[in-house]
């Protein structure tokens, strides 16, 4: 497709993503707002909350993910302790680190919270076909890998 665009009709539809790309996130924002809410969650300690199952278990590694301060992390790692989500240990290799953990009450939050978001796209990715979805995946795929 690209060999026959000119790079100003290229460009011209970047622009034109990079707008829509903006309205975009903000929808999915509020809608997590929606879906997190209603379970005592902001969407960002629901990303917390998820990342840490899938393995990022130091807090500096979350602040570089989140683009944040350490200390803005250690805050809201705080509160999710204190609401018996998850817990912090003194990593074996390591002593001067702290690793995190899900409890049992954290992976069950983990679980409320995909199948919340699931409901809240389901509706919307419906409409779309089995080739549709497919395709949406390859390009968010190539769109969030590494560089």
Known sequence: MSSTLSQADIDNLIEELSEFSLQFMWTLRQEAMRAFEPLGLRPVKALLLELIGRGMIHPKELAEILDTVPP????MLTELETQD????AIDPNDRRRVILQLT????????????AWYKTGVTRLKRLSPEDLA???RIYRKIVEEA
Do not use: C, F, T
Not at 104 to 115: D, F, H, I, N, S
């Open 72 to 75: 803005a992390i250690s805050s």
């Open 85 to 88: 989500l998850l817990a912090r």
């Open 104 to 115: 049992e009450k954290g992976q069950a939050m983990r679980q409320q919270l995909k199948e």
């Open 135 to 137: 395709a949406l995946i």
